[in-house]
């Protein structure tokens, strides 16, 4: 059975409805990035000696979710920018509205991990279109030396999609964030403007407590 990085076991991701009934805590999150690609395992292995793989995240959003009885109710938040040491794309700034400026002062992901693990703990991902988030957070985490560039800090078996399980019950529609929260009646107003890490974890929280209120009432 694969492993969390705390070292809780985690369920295959073919069976999502009897790996929430053993959790009472979820953390929804979300990341904004610079736009740019992660460099991959044998971009670096090939990379010059003494070259600093660039940064991608630059805001972290989480969202605790709690078991009350069936369902699931929202608790306490944590968010955090992030230096990523490297630009940022023209096209993610008119989508999160971060501007290189703005993080001049903050910390870097390598100052910041813990605070994030801790918040974390071993409890289970949710995320929209998950593997985005593994991808940066996997990526960063290699950068601060926690795992070797080959291996995964958060595995898929870790994450709940909100978009598979939106897919389950909406077969067809269209998938996306915006989509789904439309969809479900989950108002997105303060994200006509700019996209932002804590929002759209908020809105993935939202839409996750939703999903679940429907199945239950199946």
């Not at 903050?106 to 991990?113: E, H, L, S």
């Not at 598979?164 to 989950?186: I, T």
Request: with cysteine; hydrophobic share 40%.
């Amino acid at each position: 059975m694969p492993l969390s990085p705390a070292g809780a076991p985690v369920k295959s991701r073919e069976a999502p409805i009897k790996f929430l009934v053993e959790h009472r805590r979820l953390i929804a999150i979300d990341a904004e990035t610079t736009g740019y690609p992660v460099m991959t395992a044998e971009q670096i292995r090939r990379a010059p000696k003494g070259l600093r793989p660039p940064g991608v995240i630059i805001e972290i959003g989480c969202v605790e979710l709690v078991r009350d009885k069936e369902s699931w109710r929202k608790g306490e938040t944590w968010q955090t920018r992030v230096n990523p040491e490297a630009p940022i794309s023209p096209a993610s700034i008119r989508v999160h509205g971060i501007k290189p400026a703005e993080l001049k002062q903050a910390p870097r992901f390598v100052d910041i991990v813990d605070r994030m693990l801790a918040f974390i703990e071993d409890s289970p991902l949710v995320a929209h279109a998950y593997l985005n988030e593994k991808q940066f957070l996997d990526y960063e985490m290699a950068r601060a030396k926690r795992i070797d560039w080959s291996e995964e800090a958060f595995v898929d078996e870790r994450f709940i999609c909100t978009q598979e399980l939106y897919a389950e019950q909406f077969p067809g529609a269209p998938k996306s964030l915006d989509a789904m929260v439309d969809r479900l009646w989950v108002d997105r107003s303060d994200r006509f403007k700019f996209h932002g890490a804590l929002l759209d974890a908020d809105l993935t929280a939202e839409a996750f407590i939703e999903l679940e209120r429907r199945r239950v009432k199946q």
